[in-house]
C-alpha cells in the first residue's frame, strides 16, 4: 500500500481534557481530611512547590479504601466524542496515548468504565495502596528539569516526532508536551499561556472539534473497523 508523509499519531491529557472537570482535584478534596491540599495546591501553582512534591503531599494525605476509590471512578463519565476518536484513529492504525499527571489505574478504571476495552498507553503517574485507606503515589516518568508536571509528559512525544503529533489538553502541566506537537486543542489555562506565548492551537471545550479536524486527515493505513465499545 502506499505510504502518505507525516502519519498522525494522537496524545490526551486526561483530567479536564477526557473528563469535564479536573478529576484527580475532585477525588484530591473528597477524600481529604483537612485543608492543607489547598495549600500545596497554591505552591505549585505559584512555583514554589514542584509538581512531584505536590501531588506526593496530596496523595499521601488522602484517606479512601480502594474499593470505595474504584466505586466512585465507576461513575465518572468521559466525553463521548473520545469514542468516536479511538474508534476512527483503530480504524486508520493510529496510536492513540494519553499523558497525564493522573495515575495509571484510576484513568484505566474510568476508560473501562466507560467501555473503551482497547489497549491505549498511558503514560502517567502510578499508585498503590497500603493498609485500609492509605494511598502510595509513584512518579516513574519524574523528570527533575520538568518543574511543572510529576511526569514529563513532553519526552512520550519523542519517539514519534516524524509522525505528525496532534496534542489536546487544558492545564499548567501540558505546555512542554504542546510546545512539542504539531497541532494542539487547548482550553483553559493551557489555551491562556499558549496565546500568551503566540504558540497556535483549536480551542476546544468538548472533544468534538478534535473529531472533526480528524475526519479531515488522510492517513496511511485504512483497517477493517472493529467495535471497541461493549453494548
Known amino acids: 500500500m502506499r505510504k502518505l508523509p507525516h502519519k498522525p499519531v494522537l496524545f490526551f491529557d486526561f483530567d479536564n481534557t477526557l473528563t469535564q472537570g479536573d478529576l484527580l482535584d475532585e477525588l484530591i478534596e473528597r477524600y481529604s481530611p483537612n485543608e492543607e491540599w489547598r495549600d500545596w495546591e497554591h505552591a505549585w501553582a505559584e512555583g514554589e512547590l514542584p509538581a512531584?512534591?505536590?501531588?506526593?503531599?496530596?496523595?499521601?494525605?488522602m484517606r479512601v479504601s480502594r474499593a470505595e476509590l474504584f466505586d466512585f471512578l465507576a461513575r465518572v463519565r468521559i466525553d463521548p466524542a473520545f469514542v468516536d476518536i479511538v474508534q476512527w484513529a483503530h480504524a486508520r492504525r493510529v496510536?492513540?496515548?494519553?499523558?497525564?499527571?493522573?495515575?495509571?489505574?484510576?484513568?484505566?478504571?474510568?476508560?473501562?468504565?466507560?467501555?473503551?476495552?482497547v489497549d491505549i498507553p498511558i503514560f502517567a503517574n502510578q499508585v498503590s495502596f497500603a493498609g485500609d485507606d492509605r494511598l502510595v503515589p509513584h512518579f516513574p516518568?519524574?523528570?527533575?528539569?520538568?518543574?511543572?508536571?510529576?511526569?514529563?509528559?513532553?519526552?512520550?512525544?519523542?519517539?514519534y516526532r516524524l509522525n505528525k503529533i496532534i496534542f489536546?489538553?487544558?492545564?499548567?502541566?501540558?505546555?512542554?508536551?504542546?510546545?512539542?506537537?504539531?497541532?494542539?486543542?487547548?482550553?483553559?489555562?493551557l489555551a491562556r499561556e499558549l496565546d500568551a506565548?503566540?504558540?497556535?492551537?483549536?480551542?476546544?471545550?468538548?472533544?468534538?472539534?478534535?473529531?472533526?479536524?480528524l475526519e479531515t486527515v488522510e492517513t496511511i493505513v485504512v483497517a477493517p473497523v472493529v467495535s471497541l465499545i461493549r453494548a
Open 52 to 61: 512531584r512534591e505536590c501531588l506526593r503531599l496530596q496523595i499521601e494525605n
Open 197 to 213: 506565548l503566540g504558540t497556535p492551537f483549536f480551542p476546544f471545550e468538548t472533544l468534538e472539534p478534535v473529531l472533526a479536524y
Open 141 to 159: 516518568h519524574y523528570d527533575p528539569a520538568c518543574v511543572r508536571s510529576a511526569n514529563a509528559k513532553a519526552h512520550h512525544l519523542t519517539p
Open 95 to 117: 496510536a492513540v496515548n494519553i499523558v497525564s499527571d493522573s495515575f495509571q489505574p484510576l484513568i484505566s478504571h474510568v476508560l473501562k468504565a466507560n467501555g473503551v476495552d
Open 168 to 189: 489536546a489538553g487544558d492545564g499548567h502541566s501540558d505546555l512542554d508536551a504542546a510546545l512539542a506537537a504539531d497541532v494542539v486543542f487547548a482550553k483553559a489555562s
